[in-house]
């Protein structure tokens, strides 16, 4: 049972263009929506991340939005950099101390 | 500040052997956290170790165990194995405070199964 489905699998975005990565979640009990990245031979690094009780939260060129009502989150990676090509995966917990539950991941290239 | 050191960086192992993976977890970090990443995939948890203990687990088979040392590092043992346990194995470690709101995570090991 897959608790947190992430969309797209790949996306190819122009330089400088948004690149929006789409979640969404079923369990109710999540408080706890961290974004990471990984780029190939390295491990996933903490991105942004954000808690039900603000509707966006942005950390200079990434921003998370987060609907509540609808159970989804996206992440916005304004003016996107060929050094951003990388995979990201969306996570969810519903405490400190419980496993994050990560969503497949999507693979982002950007292109000059 | 030391990270998260795994090793080793890439194996290839036959079905049905025994494999043993290693974790030196960040400085002044008590927790450790196991995950298989398949290819395409997101990584899925395995089990934690807090003080020596294994302290929450995953849905994955008894012939995934684990180890904590009183420095904090980890193994991860794999027995009988399966053409599918081929994946990225990951390891996080963090304080028992902040648990996954501190997560560092190592670089992983690639593990191929033949």
């Known amino acids: 049972q897959q608790q947190v489905k992430q969309s797209p699998q790949s996306l190819i975005v122009q330089k400088g263009g948004i690149s929006i990565i789409n979640c969404a979640y079923e369990n109710t009990a999540f408080d706890y929506f961290p974004w990471y990245q990984q780029f190939p031979g390295k491990g996933p690094a903490l991105l942004i991340a954000?808690?039900?009780?603000?509707s966006e939260k942005k950390e200079g060129r990434f921003t998370i939005s987060f609907n509540k009502s609808a159970k989804q989150f996206s992440l916005h990676i304004m003016d996107s950099q060929p050094g951003d090509s990388a995979t990201y995966f969306c996570a969810a917990t519903n405490s400190g101390n419980t496993p994050l539950v990560f969503g497949k991941g999507t693979r982002l290239s950007v292109i000059a | 500040e030391t990270g998260v050191t795994q090793s080793p960086t890439h194996l290839i192992k036959t079905r049905g052997q025994q494999v043993t993976l290693r974790c030196s977890s960040q400085s002044g970090h008590n927790t450790v956290s196991w995950y298989q990443q398949a290819l395409g995939q997101g990584p899925q948890f395995i089990f934690q170790y807090y003080r020596e203990e294994e302290n929450g687990r995953g849905n994955f088979p008894p012939r995934f165990s684990g180890l904590q040392f009183p420095n904090y590092s980890s193994e991860l043992n794999v027995n009988a194995l399966e053409l599918d346990d081929s994946a990225l194995y990951l390891c996080?470690?963090?304080?028992?405070?902040?648990?996954?709101?501190?997560?560092?995570f190592g670089s992983g090991t690639r593990l191929t199964v033949v």
């Open positions: 996080a470690s963090s304080s028992r405070q902040r648990g996954v709101y501190g997560y560092t």
């Open positions: 954000i808690r039900p009780d603000v």
